[in-house]
């Protein structure tokens, strides 16, 4: 009767929290601007019309068996043509070992576990800031934290020095955790040159990349174009890991799709890394769900449809660069004597707004617009209705 006496109630997750206390908010001036996920321009979730045309293939022809324990072979094949190239090498000499994950959270999780499990003595390095669900998932599998100089607060820009510094000063062969595009929360990514520079250093100590890539597609509105720092560490020799998602880009947010893969020494290794993912995932839910893979395998192995996929990713990313250029004119028009430049400079879903959690609260409080308290403004849920009423709430609270 009193088994779970001692059991406190666990603390509100700093994102999802956002969205409750927005749900709650009976004003009609409301606005959502926490959560990472794509809206219209009426502030609506989307389904893109390719996911919608593969549902109508799918609907009815296939049947409900479980998919092998590494998930579907197809899906994951389309998926790391998109992150290692399309005519890849490293594909067909079948060097890297891959598994459907739970969507971008369930590979950094099996990643984060295989790494407890083989390098039990290694430690994971974290960008600052992150998105905090890293530090949940590494702290779960019992890995240790390290953090690393990413975000220059100043100049709402990349800490590049302090970047390499750490890089430098870490022990050789450390794991480092890089956001592949579009850094979450801070909207921040190196330059190319810049990766050149961090993937020489990591070359230098012997350092293991690992590539979490949610928002391939969201920085440029090409998913090609987006791959460039891990196109460069393939091309520097590195042995990588990557984890993506098709949340965003695909707008599958709840079918939780997505892969973790980790480029080996040659087909032998390969199979025997592929061989243990797949025994860690095992127990924990056993094999992947098989629907959201399905729309995947159909949208990318039609070349119709794959089109398609590419046309809606940039319509997204140009309606969300469009708001940016938005809310920065109206900051400006308002005559804010404050720099708004770096909301058009940041890229991908968010801007790293540099408001206060003292700003952000009287935003919620006296404005109804709800973020978290870092300042991060999703981009995505920004319109053209409601533009004009955040620009004069953060002028207001930035007097
Ligand atoms: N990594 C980063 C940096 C993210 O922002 C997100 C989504 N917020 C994820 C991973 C994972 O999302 P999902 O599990 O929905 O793919």
Known sequence: SSWWRSVEPAPKDPILGVTEAFLADPSPDKVNVGVGAYRDDNGKPVVLECVREAERRIAGSLNMEYLPM???????????????????????DKRIAAVQSLSGTGACRLFADFQKRFRPDSQIYIPVPTWANHHNIWRDAQVPQRTFHYYHPESKGLDFAGLMDDVKNAPNGSFFLLHACAHNPTGVDPSEEQWREISYQFKVKDHFAFFDMAYQGFASGDPERDVKSIKIFLEDGHHIGIAQSYAKNMGLYGQRVGCLSVLCEDEKQALAVKSQLQQLARPMYSNPPVHGALVVSTVLGDPDLKKLWLKEVKDMADRIIGMRTALRENLEKLGSPLSWEHITN??????????????VDRLTNEFHIYMTRNGRISMAGVTTGNVGYLANAIREVTK
Do not use: R
């Open 346 to 359: 940041q890229i991908g879903m968010f801007c790293y707004s540099g408001l206060t959690p003292e700003q």
């Open 70 to 92: 590494g998930g579907s072979v197809k899906m994951v094949e389309e998926t790391l043509k998109l992150a290692y190239g399309e005519n890849s090498d490293f594909i067909k």
